[in-house]
């Protein structure tokens, strides 16, 4: 076997062979076999690092027949994927939404937007997406929005008559916002994966992330005009069009002050990135100061919630690290089989054109939603997807917006969804039980305005870059 690695860098001294030889296949025969052995593995419950790793390592060894070659390429990608100053953009912005979530920031958004919309249709539904999308902007993962609003939104909205299936759904469904709205833990890895800026990624979801917002908003106002019984109860669909006189009546001033912290936070991070004043690593740390100093202020972080906020920080953390480090030996791997060029060999043979890979590459994420998380699937796909998707004309900015809006939408399909899970996890530990069926059935509305943005960004790239 040859002595440079797959990207040029040197594996000298030469690698000695040793360990059992195996049977040798075709490469492209092995990549298949892998990437269907995936499938399996992921299906009967093994995480999905693990069955990267696993099969990666397999397929090295089995294409050079050189047990040590498959070690030394694992122990180069374990550090090289990980030890670049970028990466710790990932820990920092998971801090950051964890101590904005404890400092009650989602409550007052949401009290302050639901003044806003509270005389529209379905204005507590539509307070509940232009409070994720704001909240969005401090956290940069979906669960974490769904946690914090399931608590806040879905009660009241219930309360007002609203059907907790929708209720419910209206929460995971603008919760996808979490990431494509910058700062974006997906965007993050994207960047990474494709080696593009991070900072311009961010800069390039905001214009996608306000349509998506207002695409959900004009999807709630429609179904309470034109279908309210999807929308509200049957007992009560009048109560839930305009709040009872027992809401809170906040003042103009007193919402701009509620919703001041989050602006402060938004100025900093993304008008230090736009500004150019920090990198998206130095931006990621000036929020987290600035989080933990309004949580400070405002008397929510004892030494005891920082520690559990410290904790969930680094076990997230790491569990996206070593899906990286997975990631990376895979699309090694995949590269070496020669998978990725064979696909877009086949699709020449086909005749596909940027819509026909387009339609098949949105199917495919869409069936893997259904299985895995957002985060697997795009370090799954990329690797295979990316250069057949950049021979066809894809801008590699708009093909990473593309790329999370398909992949957010495995947060609420059926039977993964993640976000719909943890929405109705949240409910029943604050003592709302509200059936898993009923919550994917209102998701189905939220699927809509996603598949209309996505075509949309495809049709006109320039909506991904028009801030660049």
Same mark, same amino acid.
């Given at each position: 076997p040859s002595s440079?690695g797959?990207?040029? %860098?040197?594996?000298?001294?030469p690698?000695?062979?040793?360990?059992?030889?195996i049977i040798q296949?075709d490469?492209?025969l092995?990549?298949? !076999?892998?990437?269907?052995?995936l499938?399996?593995?992921?299906?009967? $419950?093994m995480?999905?690092?693990l069955a990267?790793?696993?099969?990666s390592f397999?397929?090295?060894?089995?294409?050079?027949?050189?047990?040590?070659?498959?070690?030394?390429?694992?122990?180069?990608?374990?550090y090289?994927?990980v030890s670049?100053?970028?990466?710790?953009?990932i820990?920092?912005?998971?801090?950051?939404g $964890?101590? &904005?979530?404890e400092?009650? &920031?989602?409550?007052?958004?949401?009290n302050a937007?639901?003044r806003?919309f509270?005389?529209a249709?379905?204005?507590l539904?539509i307070?509940?997406?232009?409070?994720n999308?704001v909240?969005?902007?401090?956290?940069?993962v979906?669960?974490?929005?769904?946690a914090?609003?399931a608590r806040?939104?879905?009660? %009241?909205? &219930?309360?007002?008559?609203?059907?907790?299936g929708?209720?419910?759904?209206t929460v995971?469904g603008?919760?996808?916002?979490g990431?494509l709205?910058?700062?974006s833990?997906?965007?993050?890895?994207? $960047?990474?994966?494709a %080696?593009?800026?991070?900072?311009?990624l961010?800069?390039a979801?905001?214009?996608p992330?306000?349509?998506?917002s207002?695409?959900? @908003?004009?999807?709630?106002?429609l179904?309470?005009k034109?279908w309210?019984?999807q929308v509200f109860?049957k007992?009560?669909?009048e109560e839930?069009?305009?709040?009872?006189?027992?809401?809170?009546v906040i003042?103009?001033?007193?919402?701009?002050?509620?919703?001041?912290?989050?602006?402060v936070? /938004?100025a900093?991070?993304?008008?230090?990135?736009?500004g150019?004043?920090?990198?998206p690593t %130095?931006a990621?740390a000036?929020?987290?100061?600035?989080?933990?100093a309004?949580?400070?202020?405002?008397?929510?972080?004892?030494?005891e919630r920082?520690?559990?906020?410290l904790?969930?920080?680094?076990?997230v953390?790491?569990?996206i690290?070593?899906?990286l480090?997975?990631?990376?030996?895979y699309?090694r791997?995949m590269?070496m089989?020669?998978i990725?060029?064979?696909?877009a060999?086949?699709?020449?043979e086909?005749?596909?054109?940027?819509?026909t890979?387009?339609?098949?590459y949105?199917?495919?994420v869409?069936?893997?939603?259904?299985?895995?998380?957002? !985060?697997?699937?795009m370090?799954?796909?990329?690797?295979i997807a990316l250069?057949?998707?950049?021979?066809?004309?894809?801008?590699? &900015?708009?093909?990473g917006i593309?790329?999370v809006?398909?992949?957010?939408?495995?947060?609420?399909?059926p039977?993964?969804?993640?976000? /719909?899970f943890v929405?109705q996890?949240t409910?029943r530990?604050?003592?709302? @039980?509200v059936?898993?069926?009923?919550?994917f059935v $209102?998701?189905?509305?939220?699927?809509?305005?996603m598949?209309?943005v996505?075509?949309?960004l495809a049709?006109?790239?320039?909506?991904a870059?028009?801030l660049l």
């Open positions: 440079t797959l990207r040029g %860098e040197s594996l000298s001294p690698i000695q062979k040793f360990g059992p030889r296949m490469p492209v092995l990549g298949t !076999v892998i990437i269907l052995a499938l399996v593995l992921v299906m009967i $419950g995480p999905v690092a990267l790793i696993g099969l397999a397929g090295v060894w089995m294409l050079r027949d050189n047990f040590e070659l498959a070690l030394r390429l694992l122990s180069t990608t374990s090289a994927s670049s100053y970028v990466y710790v953009a820990p920092l912005f998971i801090l950051m $964890g101590i &904005i979530s400092a009650n &920031i989602g409550r007052d958004t949401f937007l639901e806003l509270r005389r249709k379905g204005g539904a307070s509940t997406v232009a409070s999308a909240f969005s902007t401090v956290t940069g979906s669960v974490a929005s769904a914090v609003f806040i939104a879905v009660p %009241e909205m &219930i309360r007002h008559g609203y059907r907790d929708f209720a419910a759904a995971a603008s919760s996808i916002l990431m709205i910058p700062p833990l997906l965007l993050i890895v994207y $960047g990474i994966q %080696e593009q800026s991070i900072g311009a961010f800069i979801a905001i214009v992330g306000i349509i998506m207002v695409a959900f @908003a004009l999807m709630i106002a179904l309470a034109w309210p019984r109860s007992s009560r669909p839930a069009v305009v709040p009872t006189e027992d809401r809170p003042s103009a001033r007193s919402g701009f002050m509620a919703l001041l912290p989050i602006a936070l /938004i900093v991070v993304m008008g230090g990135i736009y150019g004043v920090f990198s %130095e990621g000036a929020g987290a100061v600035g989080a933990a309004i949580a400070v202020a405002r008397r929510r972080l004892s030494p920082l520690s559990r906020i904790r969930e920080t680094a076990s953390s790491a569990s690290l070593m899906l480090i997975a990631a990376s030996m699309s791997t590269t089989t020669g990725p060029a064979q696909f060999l086949m699709l020449g086909w005749g596909a054109d940027y819509w890979f387009f339609i098949i949105a199917v495919l869409l069936i893997a939603g259904m299985f895995l998380d957002a !985060v697997s699937i370090l799954i796909f990329l690797p250069p057949v998707a950049l021979a066809l004309g894809f801008e590699p &900015i708009q093909f593309l790329t809006i398909a992949a957010e939408m495995a947060l609420i399909t039977p993964f969804g993640l976000s /719909i929405v996890s409910l530990e604050h003592g709302t @039980a059936g898993i069926a009923r919550i $209102g998701s189905i509305f939220f699927l809509v305005p598949i209309g996505l075509v949309l049709a006109f790239p320039q909506l870059t028009v």
